[in-house]
């Protein structure tokens, strides 16, 4: 059974970075790729970006794209997101999934969640 825990949200101001970490447990994670999702209030869950767990590709959605960039650390089996340029817009709650085999940018295609870290970006 897999394991995820997000940490590392906060206020920051417009402008500003964050980096958020996916803490991963429970399971080898050979073959699964790790997602970025990120719900604002009254909204949808979005797909942010992936990597696959050999770190040689990575996805974003074009809102973040030059400005998130998703890495991870193979012996802490952690992935991060760093967030740069931070907007308005990016305010939401942000959660990391992860499944096997093959990227996906719906929600409902990912069985194992963190619990999620609030980012506030305010003006």
């Known amino acids: 059974q897999a394991q995820l825990a997000e940490s590392g949200g906060g206020l920051v101001q417009t402008g500003g970075s964050l980096r958020l970490s996916c803490a991963a447990s429970?399971?080898?994670?050979?073959?699964?790729?790790m997602s970025w999702f990120r719900q604002a209030q009254g909204k949808q869950r979005e797909f942010v970006g992936g990597?696959?767990?050999?770190?040689?590709?990575?996805f974003y959605a074009d809102s973040v794209k030059g400005r998130f960039t998703i890495s991870r650390d193979d012996a802490k089996n952690t992935v991060y997101l760093q967030m740069n340029t931070l907007k308005s817009e990016d305010t939401a709650v942000y959660y990391c999934a992860t499944r096997y085999g093959s990227l996906s940018s719906i929600p409902a295609d990912y069985r194992y969640w963190g619990q999620g870290t609030q980012v506030t970006v305010s003006s």
């Open positions: 429970g399971r080898t994670f050979d073959q699964y790729y």
């Open positions: 990597i696959s767990w050999s770190g040689r590709r990575t």
